[in-house]
């Protein structure tokens, strides 16, 4: 919401102001009434553009009203002197000034309330918005015009498919190739991106490929520009969160932004201050490792799965410790060469110490999983080697640990564990009898049945 400038009123408006009606000067008067003096004088001013201008901006001021019952008040008040519709014909003006005092206005109302959406709805408005932002190339008016139109969006699922079928989704990301440097600049680049999120991640199929290419072009650029203080804020993490929604649905698109990824930058947000930040990003490697072979080699030859390591062994919270096993659980379900990777660079050791440090039931699920995987060896060479490294004290402790979870968890743990006993030795073998058999037996009187069926097979694997 953009909020008029009072000292910016009270220095340079007054004087033009005094000279239309002395009261929209007066202290005395309320914000409300000076709007409801500006609108009355607008048709007298209409061919003295600087007048308009200070008249619009009175308006627009009333309408940033932070207190819902002022707000409640001016929309009674807009209703009874049509402001809705009035304000329309300044949308094609040729002062991009009073464009934005017309636009902001609307971002204004659409900001605000179902009523406040139906009213522009019920005139039409928001197609003469979407005219505007295609018509200017001012930057003021066309934030403006995203705004009012992406407040509208989200205001219900009718009015956001409406928005995706219109042109704007095309306009506005032709605006974010364009004027990408200058947008990121702007204050309102936060509250726009959200916007911006919160529907395209909804609606993404409505966005031709070209276009959602663009979008993630977008996004890295932002990304690439870790050192830029909005970007190291929430602005960040809106980026990541919103590159993870698009990206967990779309393999193709996936693949693209990995190819375009800026990784040094991208790293960089890994070592990032803001644990916010470092934990989207985990998340982030996480959906990129979903991908397929290609994918996930150029992630490891850009040192992404190093950097997960080096965060593993290091202190971090429970809830970057639950990404992390995620995040390498997507690694580790690819070829068997990611896996080796990940043993070569002491994986079992990195997750033994992680479960010392963060026991929690969401980290020790997601590392059961890791485990699972891993597991799928498909050589005796890496089972030994993973032996050697810990594993079987790994899987006792895992197996010991009570959890109120998704049994999935247990059950692909105990699958991993079968899918050990067939590829190592006897000796291996006779550990893992000594050390979780007794864990085992207790799982194969679990109430659940899944858990039930994959301990009787572990126990029929142990047992052969």
């Known amino acids: 919401m953009k909020q008029a400038g009072k000292l910016y009123l009270e220095r340079f408006l007054r004087p033009q102001l005094a000279e239309v009606d002395p009261r929209l ?18 048709d007298q001013s209409a061919d003295d553009p600087q007048v308009l ?29 049509r402001f809705v519709p009035r304000l329309s014909l300044y949308l094609s003006h040729v002062d991009p000034r009073i464009q934005d005092e017309a636009v902001w206005f609307y971002s204004n109302m659409t900001s605000r309330s179902s009523a406040s959406c139906d009213a ?24 403006g015009c995203t705004l009012a139109v992406l407040n509208f969006a989200g205001n219900s699922e009718e009015r956001a498919t409406f928005v995706m079928e219109s042109s704007f989704p095309r306009q506005f990301i032709g605006m974010l190739k ?22 395209f991640q909804e609606k993404l199929d409505k966005l031709c490929m070209p276009d959602r290419k663009a979008l993630v072009d977008f996004i890295v650029f932002c990304l690439s520009a870790q050192n830029d203080p909005v970007v190291r804020s929430k602005l960040g993490v809106m980026l990541l969160i919103i590159m993870h929604s698009i990206l967990e649905r779309d393999p193709e698109l996936r693949t693209y932004a990995i190819s375009v990824l800026d990784f040094p930058a991208f790293l960089g947000m890994l070592d990032a201050k803001t644990e916010e930040l470092r934990r989207f990003a985990v998340q982030l490697v996480g959906t990129f490792a979903l991908g397929d072979d290609e ?3 150029r ?6 799965l190093e950097k997960l390591m080096g965060m593993m062994r ?27 990777i990940l043993v070569q660079n002491g994986i079992v050791k990195g997750l033994t110490d992680l479960l010392g440090k963060c026991a929690d039931s969401s980290v020790v699920g997601e590392i059961d999983f890791l485990v699972a995987n891993l597991l ?15 594993m079987l004290d790994l899987a006792e402790r895992l197996l010991k640990i009570e959890r109120n979870l998704d049994p999935m968890s247990i059950i692909a743990l105990l699958d991993g564990i079968k899918e050990m006993a067939a590829m190592c030795d006897e000796t291996t073998k006779k550990l893992t009898v000594e050390k979780c058999m007794d864990r085992i037996r207790e799982l194969s009187a679990h109430p659940e049945r899944g858990i039930r069926v994959a301990a009787d097979n572990l126990l029929d694997a142990l047992l052969r």
């Not at 202290?27 to 607008?42: E, F, K, N, V």
């Not at 005139?123 to 008016?141: G, M, N, R």
């Not at 992630?299 to 992404?304: E, H, I, W, Y």
């Not at 410790?321 to 990611?338: D, E, H, T, V």
């Open 25 to 42: 000067t007066d202290p005395r008067i309320s914000t409300l009434d000076r709007a409801r003096i500006a609108a009355g004088a607008l």
């Open 53 to 81: 201008y200070q008249l619009l901006h009175v308006i627009r001021l009333a309408s940033a009203a932070n207190d819902f019952s002022d707000f409640a008040r001016f929309f009674a008040m807009a209703q009874e002197l």
């Open 120 to 143: 522009l709805q019920e005139c039409v408005v928001i197609s003469k918005i979407i005219d505007c932002f295609a018509a200017t190339e001012d930057l003021d008016v066309r934030i």
């Open 178 to 199: 364009r004027q990408r440097t200058a947008f990121l600049a702007r204050r309102e680049v936060r509250e726009v991106c959200w916007a911006m999120g919160n529907l």
């Open 295 to 297: 994918d996930t080699k």
């Open 299 to 304: 992630l490891v030859s850009a040192g992404v």
């Open 314 to 340: 290091s202190e971090v919270s429970s809830t970057i410790a639950c990404y992390l096993p995620w995040a390498l659980s997507n690694f580790a379900a690819g070829p068997i060469a990611q896996r080796q």
């Open 376 to 390: 799928q060896a498909e050589s005796k060479q890496l089972i030994q080697r993973m032996v050697e490294d810990g």
